[in-house]
């Protein structure tokens, strides 16, 4: 009856993902099903640490993020937990030897945000490792399915595909990250002086993680390829959206792809890999 828990907590792992994010979910969908899973677990836990840190105002986040923490490390350990995002997420841990310091790394991420933190490049490049890099590390050792040498030679650029992301995301939640919760995370940026040349810095910069990115994709094993690509076009939409607006308009507004958009994008995706034009 194990394998019923098991599939019972991958399943809720599914369910979060597809609660909290329709892009994630569609670009999952559009892997090869023997990976679905396992990224639905990977996304179910680092979306609940996530959530410890950025919603639960009313609790200790420190103390449930000690716990979670624990209880992560207790999980993979003795490769069981009663918490069904935790077991999930152990269960791929341990068959794709997910490395410890991937996970810790997360976590001490998820710790900066409990804490008021004035970035400096050492400290942002540290948070964007732990928060962003190392997730799209965990998704390529499930890709490489144990293949060592293609994990190394993926590693760097799977890691630009996450800085890109997470800091497309810091320009996009510029206004709520910094109203709601008082962070700006970019070094050397203040919001309240914002202006046309900070934000052409950080595109440009954002714009060598998508290149080095791009490169990768176009090596990864056939099962992956579509999906990630999906979400990189998803993000990349996004970013040159935010491109074209001013300094001033992304300080006053959340941006987003509308969802007519996701699925012209699904539509071209599947196109280009049907006519093998990536």
């Keep these: 009856m194990l394998d019923l828990y098991n599939q019972t907590t991958l399943g809720c792992s599914k369910l979060i993902t597809e609660h909290y994010s329709t892009s994630f979910t569609l670009g999952i969908k559009t892997l090869d099903k023997k990976f679905h899973l396992p990224i639905y677990a990977v996304y179910g836990f680092v979306r609940y640490a996530d959530e410890i840190v950025d919603t639960f105002h009313d609790f200790d986040k420190k103390d449930l993020l000690d716990r979670f923490w624990k209880e992560t490390h207790r999980a993979i350990d003795e490769k069981i937990s009663l918490n069904p995002v935790l077991h ?4 791929m841990v341990n068959k794709y ?8 790394a997360f976590l001490r991420s998820m710790e900066m945000d409990l804490q008021q933190v004035d970035y400096t490049e050492e400290n942002y490049q540290t948070y964007i490792y732990g928060s962003a890099e190392v997730v799209g590390l965990m998704c390529l050792r499930i890709f490489c399915e144990g293949n060592e040498a293609e994990y190394q030679r993926l590693r760097a650029d799977a890691r630009s595909l996450g800085a890109a992301f997470q800091k497309v995301n810091f320009l996009r939640d510029l206004k709520s990250d910094y109203q709601d919760r008082g962070r700006v995370y970019f ?6 002086r914002f202006d046309k040349n900070a934000k052409q810095l950080i595109e440009e910069d954002i714009q060598l993680d998508f290149d080095a990115a791009y490169r990768g994709i176009k090596q990864l094993p056939n099962g992956a390829r579509m999906g990630v690509y999906l979400a990189y076009v998803y993000y990349l939409t996004l970013f040159e959206k935010i491109k074209r607006l001013s300094a001033s308009n992304i300080q006053e507004e959340r941006i987003r792809v509308p969802d ?3 699925i012209i994008l699904l539509c071209q995706t599947y196109l280009k890999f049907r006519f093998n034009t990536i």
């Design 88 to 91: 999930s997420f152990q269960l």
């Design 97 to 104: 030897n997910i490395e410890r310091e991937l996970i810790d």
């Design 187 to 192: 070094p050397g940026v203040d919001f309240t």
């Design 260 to 262: 007519f958009k996701k």
